[in-house]
């Protein structure tokens, strides 16, 4: 059950990643492929100060976050967690060929909300263990 919830958050967030534009995905589906993309979006400051523009990151930490709950088990396993931090690198890295635009600092986003959710997972795994008065094991 755990990896069909991890398989269909990853279809999630890949469709996210590779539609044209997020905030129509109900009512504009589409995918634009772009074999050429423009790689140095990468360092493309962006607007910080805008509304959308904070939701968008939220969304980005939060979506990473989900992934890295469900993955590493609430914090069991530390290869869910390395595999949300890479399956963020590589949706930013196929962005430019959908359209979109790919960044570094939200690679980093991505991590930061996939470390946060192993943290908390694994204190929370570490507590029930006290709790329960069996030692924690991780991978």
């Known amino acids: 059950m755990r990896r069909t919830a991890i398989l269909a958050w990853c279809i999630l967030l890949f469709l996210g990643t590779c539609v044209k534009d ?67 690198i590589f949706t930013e890295l196929i962005q430019p060929f959908f359209s979109r635009d790919g960044r570094i600092l939200d690679m980093f986003i991505d991590a930061a909300g996939a470390v946060l959710a192993y943290i908390i997972g694994s204190r929370i795994s570490r507590d029930n263990h006290l709790i329960n008065g069996k030692k924690s094991t991780r991978n």
């Open 22 to 88: 997020v905030r129509h995905i109900l009512t504009d589906f589409q995918f634009v492929m772009n074999f050429h993309p423009e790689w140095s979006e990468f360092l493309h400051k962006d607007n910080y100060r805008s509304t959308s523009y904070i939701i968008q990151k939220i969304g980005h930490f939060g979506g990473f976050f989900v992934l890295s709950a469900l993955a590493s088990n609430l914090g069991r396993y530390k290869s869910g967690l390395m595999f949300a931090i890479g399956y963020g």
